[in-house]
């Protein structure tokens, strides 16, 4: 039997880190206060969609390796590890707000046995661990960082592959305990000091970001010279340096993470009089991204020449296979045609996003339903069933001819032969 893990923080890291150690043959208690939370997990059910998720939970569940409760103390008396899988949402000034990670460690500091060690898996500031140590009241307690690399959309994956394990420690004996949950994955183990481990996630988000928005920068660009951002990104990639991967253009990057990470580097580089200029600039060029991108669309809006506009948006999470809509350039997008000057009414489907209706746009349960007797149709995320509906459907069900695909997702020619125009920045149009 593998070690006792309690999990505290039943969100999107808890609940695949949880999940996951448990199908690694740990014993693993994932507590929230959130009691509807608590009760659908324990009957078997995900309160978020994430591919390979509900199968490991039942599994799980059925090989007893696998609870959940509202009872943080009860179990952390017992704990051998705690992960911290606790939001650090940014606060005004772009630094992470601590508090709730920090009530939660004082609340369990009195009841952790000394061979207890806390595992911090949340994204936090720098120098995070030796505050949370300096917080113990039983001083034998170790405190080691473990950052999650998990992708939404293939969480489960990337946690059960990953590229990495990484584990920050002051003393090796607590890593080499840490890394022996993670099963058959140790020759993945990366072990260093705390805040380099805390450094490696906002470093490896920050450089990420910045890559997507060089991408997108490129396709303005290449909007301008005449160029096919596609085919320079393909081209660039062929070159094992640069890669395959983060080279996609899109209508800009969001979700929980990027904004969050780059903003807490930026803030945490500034205080410490190093900023992270780059990072910066891929931030707030990833504002003006979407920004181009919305005046690419009230064009199109505006050359319709009419007074009235029936659109049809396809996707509202922030990117494809998961139902986030946190930060989605989606939404802001939206938002954005909303205040051009043309009256727009907007029926948007998503598969899986969790929004309701907003005053913007209301929600449609099909692509079919979202399209019919639309002047325009946007695609603002990248979900397969978007390219898999035939060129004649679209062709058939729109008023008009204009497709905005801003996740480049289309075979333009495809399009092209139906009689529609697929408008993407930095392409050719069609
Ligand atoms: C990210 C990191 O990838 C992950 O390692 C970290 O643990 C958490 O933050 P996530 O937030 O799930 O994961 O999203 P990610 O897949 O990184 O995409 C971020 C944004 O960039 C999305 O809006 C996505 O649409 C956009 N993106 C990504 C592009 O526009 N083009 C690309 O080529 C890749």
């Known amino acids: 039997m593998g070690s006792k893990i309690l999990v505290v923080g039943a969100g999107y890291v808890g609940l695949t880190s949880g999940i996951c150690l448990a199908s690694l043959g740990n014993e693993v208690v994932c507590v929230d206060n959130n009691i509807e939370k608590i009760d659908l997990l324990q009957a078997g ?42 939001p650090t949402p940014p606060l005004e000034d772009g630094t992470a707000d601590m508090s709730f990670v920090y009530h939660v460690v004082d609340e369990i500091s009195p009841h952790l046995n000394g061979s207890a060690i806390i595992v911090n898996k ?55 305990k840490v890394a022996a949950l993670y099963a058959g994955l140790e020759e993945r183990v990366f072990i260093t000091d705390p805040v380099s481990a805390e450094c490696i996630k906002y470093m490896s ?9 060089f991408i997108n920068q490129a396709a303005r660009f290449c909007e301008a010279i005449g160029a096919d951002v596609v085919s320079v990104s393909l081209g660039m990639s062929l070159d094992p340096r640069i890669g395959r991967s983060f080279l996609n253009p899109g209508p800009g990057w969001g979700g929980s993470c990027f904004p969050k990470d780059t903003a807490a580097l930026a ?3 500034l205080s410490k009089q190093s900023p992270m200029t780059l990072v910066e600039q891929a931030a707030n060029d990833n504002k003006l991204h979407q920004n181009e991108i919305a005046r690419l669309i009230t064009k199109e809006i505006r050359d319709l020449g009419k007074t009235a506009v029936s659109i049809g948006v396809l996707g509202l999470s922030f990117k494809a296979n998961t139902d986030d809509t946190r930060d989605s350039p989606a939404l802001k997008i939206i938002e954005l045609i909303e205040m051009s000057n043309v009256a727009c009414d907007i029926r948007a489907y998503d598969p899986e996003a969790s929004i309701e209706n907003r005053a913007t746009f209301s929600r449609v349960d099909s692509i079919s339903e979202a399209i019919i007797g639309s002047d325009l149709v946007i695609i603002l995320t990248e979900w397969p069933e978007f390219a898999l ?42």
């Open 267 to 269: 803030a945490a580089a």
């Open 122 to 176: 949340s994204t936090v500031p720098l120098n995070t661990s030796s505050e949370i140590k300096s917080r113990q009241l039983n001083k034998a307690v170790a405190v080691v960082s473990n950052p999650e690399f998990l992708r939404e959309g293939s969480a489960v994956t990337d946690f059960l592959n990953p590229s990495r394990i990484v584990i920050g420690a002051d003393e090796r004996s607590s890593a080499i």
């Open 389 to 430: 509906f035939p060129p004649e459907s679209y062709a058939s069900l729109m008023k008009g001819n204009t497709i905005i695909d801003t996740r480049y997702v289309l075979d333009n020619s495809l399009f092209h032969q139906c009689g529609l125009r697929v408008r993407s920045m930095g392409r050719v149009q069609s």
């Open 45 to 86: 059910k995900l309160p978020i969609f994430e591919p390979g998720l509900l199968d490991l939970l039942n599994k799980g569940i059925d090989r007893n390796l696998l609870r959940f409760s509202t009872d943080l103390i009860k179990h952390a008396k017992n704990a051998n590890f705690i992960f911290l899988c606790l």
């Open 205 to 213: 988000n920050g450089f990420l970001a910045m890559k997507v928005s």
